[in-house]
């Protein structure tokens, strides 16, 4: 949730290339006491590591294929065709995607390779933020991937979560300062089903669409996400207490994507 990939930064002619390792894995995922699921992910995660860079940066992407199936990378974002990340890599194989980091914003990362749909609910996503030249003001930042589990292979999610657990922020509540500002990462990754949205209890947050501005776009507490869309929200809290997060799509929150917020009092 607040953990940020940064890479390796390098000087090459005398400009900064910021490289990442990135490799894709069968790994297990204990989703709660009774369920284990088999996923199909990035750095043996799912989500996938939240990359970072600088606008205007280079990238550098190393992926390498460990697993029996074919994978790829797509960035979303401008880059050449060559680097689109379409072209499966075979087990035991590797590529590299290099292109610049612009514009400045929030941009999905996926497995390309059809049926795509399936290796995206099977866990092969994640996020890059690219940071614009002048920095965001100070926040506590944090991100917020809302994904699905298709246990039966039918078709259709059984379970739901937000940073691939189902209720991990319900039974572990985020604690965050009275008073703080928030900046949260928002990012939906639910195949199988239609648009969701993500409402905040007791709050209105400033809502800064796809991260391409420095200026809000408009203040609100629900906005409807397709899959692949991405916002940053920024919100404080006025008094202490625990306040729920969630999509409006009831039986979505039921089933694992429903969060807490815990606001601390000044002074705690």
Known sequence: MREFDSGRVLMENGRRVREFDLTASTTLLKLNEAVTFKAWAVNGRVPGPTLRAQAGERLRVRFRNEDSTSHSLHFHGIHPAAMDGIRPVRRGGSTVYEFDAEPFGLFPYHCHVAPVTRHVSKGLYGLLIVDPPSPRPAADEMVLVMGGYDLKGAGRNDLYAFNGRPNLYRDQPIAISQGQRIRLYLLNMVEWDGPLTFHLHANLFELF??????????????????????????????????????????????RGCMGQFRVEARGR
Not at 228 to 250: K, T, V
């Open 209 to 254: 669409r796809g991260g391409y501005s420095t200026r809000a776009d408009e203040i609100t507490d629900v906005i409807t996400m397709g899959m692949a869309e991405r916002h940053i929200l920024e919100f404080s809290y006025r008094d202490p207490g625990h306040y729920m997060f969630h999509p409006h799509q009831d039986q979505i929150a039921e």
